[in-house]
């Protein structure tokens, strides 16, 4: 099993950055797949999720500024984040809902970190 988050990045206020994450050792198309981070001194929190068929879904703080998609034949889970506000600054990190394990631990992988200056 193996999560590997990239595209972050600084960028300024009311910027874009499109993150990606692939996945290999699952079975992809058969998972709900999620993107979640972590802001400073702050919990791990889930921003947005997409379903097998492909429906999004995404927290209140989000909507309408991300987009979570998925590429099956690439097993790749995308986020385009527009909009940024400095509070977006976090790792972020794709893994499945439930969370993955690896040798019977939670996996989570790399994730990738963005920053967003004001």
């Known amino acids: 099993v193996q999560l590997q988050a990239y595209g972050g990045g600084l960028v300024q206020a009311e910027g874009c950055l499109r993150l990606?994450?692939?996945?290999?050792?699952?079975?992809?198309?058969?998972?709900?797949m999620a993107w979640y981070r972590q802001r400073p001194t702050k919990q791990r929190e889930l921003v947005a999720t997409?379903?097998?068929?492909?429906?999004?879904n995404y927290v209140d703080s989000v909507k309408g500024r991300f987009t979570i998609s998925r590429d099956n034949a690439k097993n790749t889970v995308y986020l385009q984040m527009n909009s940024l506000k400095p509070e977006d600054t976090a790792n972020y990190y794709c893994?499945?809902?439930?969370?993955?394990?690896?040798?019977?631990?939670?996996?989570w992988g790399q994730g990738t970190l963005v920053t967003v200056s004001s």
């Open positions: 893994n499945s809902m439930p969370t993955l394990t690896r040798t019977g631990y939670e996996y």
């Open positions: 990606s994450c692939a996945a290999s050792g699952i079975v992809f198309r058969d998972k709900i």
């Open positions: 997409i379903t097998i068929p492909g429906f999004p």
